[in-house]
């Protein structure tokens, strides 16, 4: 379970990608060493699963996306997944229950484009059906932060940890100062 300096941790390194260990200690008002060890044990336990720049889809030119759900035959999944995957198109998909077997989202350059890209996924024997509906816009971007900070506040703050928050002047404010 994580807890409130985890979260602190995790949202420094969302806020501010490029900053290492030294910066983020500065920013959490925690010491480095812990800084250091927290991120490990957040690596280990594949909570933080990369530092890969975000790509924003649209502006990469690829301004068609989809969902697509598909029916697939019984007993294959492991083949759809293999051949999910050697489509480029496919920019994540899901097992999932309810009407469909497998969701996902594609994206493309043009309708034409992801027409093309709808036809070539179902000419697969694995898959029966498919239905897409096409993106208009987002309306919230992909976060995880809010459910993990929800959750670290019910927990209670972790030990010797300290709100890096400062009021004008440099002074830590008094909750700081109660810690």
């Known amino acids: 379970m994580l807890d409130e300096l985890d979260v602190a941790l995790l949202k420094t390194l969302r806020d501010h990608p490029r900053a290492g260990q030294l910066e983020a ?26 530092y890969g720049p975000d790509i924003d889809l649209r502006a990469a030119g690829y301004t068609v996306q989809a969902f697509v759900t598909l029916e697939i035959a ?5 083949a759809v997944q293999e051949e ?5 198109s496919v920019v994540e998909a899901f097992a999932t229950t309810g009407a469909g077997d497998v969701l996902c989202r594609m994206a493309a350059r043009s309708q034409e484009e ?32 809010p459910l993990l900070e ?21 002074k830590r404010d008094a909750e700081d100062r109660q810690t």
Request: glycine share 12%.
């Open 25 to 50: 200690s500065r920013l959490t008002g925690v010491a480095r060493a812990t800084v250091q060890s927290r991120i490990q044990k957040l690596e280990t336990a594949g909570v933080v699963t990369g």
């Open 74 to 78: 019984q007993g294959a999944l492991d």
């Open 84 to 88: 999910l995957e050697g489509h480029s």
């Open 114 to 145: 992801l027409q093309q890209a709808l036809l070539d996924i179902t000419r697969s024997p694995s898959i029966a059906r498919s239905m897409s509906v096409v993106i208009l816009s987002t309306v919230v971007e992909p976060r995880s932060l």
């Open 150 to 170: 929800a959750h670290a506040r019910a927990g209670g703050r972790a030990p010797g940890y300290r709100r890096a928050d400062r009021s004008p002047g440099g």
